[in-house]
């Protein structure tokens, strides 16, 4: 049986505002069911967990390709993706550290996995990004970057210059540059 959408923002919700490192007992009176419809619904604690951050993932999907409708070639959407994958550390914060700690981020099959990599796969035919380049060992070293380093605010620009230099073209090293918010 599915999980209705009502069901999987419950929890969501849930993990949202308190974190994943609470009791089935703190979940299920925080929730007002008892435990035999937390097991019956989410399984057990981890598959809820799991629910949950499928759930998240497709709120992304769904914000982020709004998002890309409006990018005016591939650099600018590789830049907002890290972008708003920076800014998850402010909003979904429970989110992003599970990501991160879990490394989910590098799971092929993931959202954030797939979606750099088709930006970059895109960018070599515009030739934005380098043709020669390993996508799937650069997904892995950008995505390892944007979850892993705290990038000190006034030197993200530079940062991102130095990450994103051995992928870009110079002309996409040109539309980065040319970029306002990167």
Not at 10 to 26: A, L, M, R, V
Not at 110 to 123: A, C, H, N, R
Request: with cysteine; glycine share 2%; net charge positive.
């Amino acid at each position: 049986m599915a999980l209705s959408t009502k069901k999987k923002q419950e929890i969501f919700d849930y993990y949202s505002e308190n974190g994943f490192q609470h009791s089935t007992e703190q979940i299920v009176k925080r929730l007002n069911i008892c435990h035999k419809t937390f097991f019956n619904r989410y399984g057990n604690k981890l598959q809820s967990i799991e629910i949950a951050w499928d759930y998240w993932q497709n709120l992304c999907r769904e914000k982020w390709s709004r998002i890309l409708e409006n990018c005016n070639h591939s650099v600018e959407e590789l830049l907002m993706i890290l972008y708003h994958m920076y800014k998850t550390r402010e909003f979904d914060t429970y989110y992003y550290e599970y990501t991160r700690d879990s490394r989910k981020y590098l799971n092929t099959s993931s959202y954030f996995y797939t979606i750099v990599y088709s930006i970059l796969e895109k960018g070599k035919q515009c030739f934005h990004v380098k043709e020669n380049l390993n996508t799937d060992a650069y997904t892995t070293f950008l995505l390892n970057n944007m979850f892993l380093i705290d990038f000190e605010k006034n030197k993200r620009r530079e940062t991102l210059k130095f990450i994103l230099n051995a992928a870009l073209t110079e002309r996409g090293m040109e539309l980065f540059l040319e970029t306002p918010f990167a």
